[in-house]
């Protein structure tokens, strides 16, 4: 809750849209004109994310590329490229680090950290800190950053929706919280967007008409989810930042001898960079479980392809070869100018237990062998297997039945 004389104790720092954001960096002449991000309208996958134009279309995310198309046919179709995405939170992350000790990623381009005391450390107001903190994020990023503090997460995560079009870091105020909050549209609750329309077309748009219902009148019509809306919207949050914990990644990249297109000496490249990674003292005894694989192209486009292995591995052998049938299926729209690996879920080495005794009708007696020998040193039966009693009866300690082995 907002208690009296707290300071601000959390930030928010949000990039809205964050892959459409990141294309029309690239590309400044795709501003203003709707993006929809998933692939090309033949390919038979799903929009992974979309403009606000192509929103307002009728484009949303998990709609098919074909039915984007037809919703909107002006849009301009770009490839989901993961591993940039992925870099790019990721080095935003790691600069919100050196300015925080505690920072939560919740998605890519939104993160929530702590900044409790760390502006008297730096001698800054904390409206002053924060924009140190924008100027240096949006020169690091060339994106658009929105930056919130405020006593809770909810508050400042809220924040950010209420200054459109405005690049100003927000520091929401204990007292000003409650009217900031009550202007807001219900879409900035944590619910899902089910919630979202059911609260429109109960004629609810702003959470202070949430917070003004009874508590009971939201509860009974929505449950918990609308119970916690209730306390948001009146700015009782007593939620927490939980940082993740650092997960040790290697990553390997090389440089191509020349453009090729051919899968084999792409195959050959991952071989040496999967080997030079496992050799890495982070990796001596230990296995892994996850491998992003990826691949520049001329045209500057990043292709990626991602493994998660069943069981931990550690042979670089059994890694190619669950890569290798993805490698070869790749049709690249240009030729490729580097590689790079990134080994990820490392854990203790894994290993098999072997089958005492192997299937056949010679292990099988000395298996029945050696139970009876058990049983005549003990003098009574120590091992046992089930049988069926009284399938049929309601009772499940009826139906099965234990009796001594090889009787």
């Not at 929009?47 to 484009?59: D, I, L, N």
């Not at 998990?62 to 940039?84: I, N």
């Not at 993740?244 to 050959?268: D, K, Y």
Request: glycine share 8%.
């Amino acid at each position: 809750m907002f208690y009296a004389g707290r300071p601000m104790d959390v930030a928010c720092l949000l990039i809205p849209d964050f892959l459409v954001a990141l294309a029309r960096r690239d590309n400044p002449a795709l501003r203003g004109r709707p993006i929809v991000i998933g692939g090309s309208p033949e390919e038979h996958t799903a929009v992974a994310a979309c403009s606000r134009e192509a929103a307002a279309a009728g484009v949303t995310i998990g709609t098919t590329l074909r039915r984007a198309l037809a919703l909107c046919p002006d849009a301009v179709f770009l490839p989901l490229q993961e591993g940039q995405a992925a870099s790019e939170a990721a080095a935003l992350f790691d600069l919100l680090k050196l300015y925080s000790p505690v920072v939560e990623a919740i998605a890519p381009g939104h993160l929530h950290f702590e900044m409790r005391g760390l502006p008297q450390l730096a001698r800054l107001e904390p409206q002053h800190w924060l924009e140190d903190l924008h100027q240096a994020a949006e020169a690091a990023t060339g994106l658009p950053i929105r930056l919130a503090g405020a006593p809770a997460v909810f508050a400042a995560h809220a924040a950010n929706f209420g200054e459109e079009g405005s690049r100003r870091p927000v520091l929401l105020r204990e007292d000003d919280a409650p009217r900031y909050l009550a202007r807001l549209p219900v879409e900035v609750l944590p619910v899902t967007p089910a919630m979202h329309q059911r609260l429109r077309l109960f004629g609810l748009v702003r959470l202070g008409q949430v917070a003004a219902l009874p508590f009971a009148a939201m509860q009974a019509q929505f449950g918990r989810d609308g119970a916690r809306a209730w306390r948001l919207a009146r700015g009782h949050d007593d939620s927490l930042i939980l940082p993740a914990s650092e997960e040790v990644r290697l990553v390997e990249e090389i440089e191509l001898p020349g453009p090729t297109a051919l899968s084999e000496p792409l195959c050959i490249g991952t071989r040496g960079l999967l080997q030079k990674a496992l050799e890495r003292p982070e990796a001596r005894g230990r296995s892994l479980r996850k491998v992003e694989w990826r691949v520049g192209l001329e045209s500057g486009e990043q292709i990626s392809r991602r493994v998660v292995f069943r069981e931990p591995t550690a042979d670089p052998a059994r890694i190619l070869f669950v890569l290798r049938p993805k490698i070869e299926r790749l049709q690249l729209p240009s030729a490729a100018i580097s590689l790079g690996v990134t080994l990820s879920g490392l854990c203790s080495e894994y290993g098999h237990q072997a089958n005492l005794w192997p299937v056949g009708p010679r292990r099988w007696r000395e298996l029945v062998e050696s139970v009876e020998q058990l049983h005549a040193r003990v003098g009574e039966p120590q091992v046992f297997r089930i049988v069926e009693v009284q399938p049929w009866s309601r009772i499940p300690e009826r139906q099965l039945g234990l009796v001594a082995f090889g009787s």
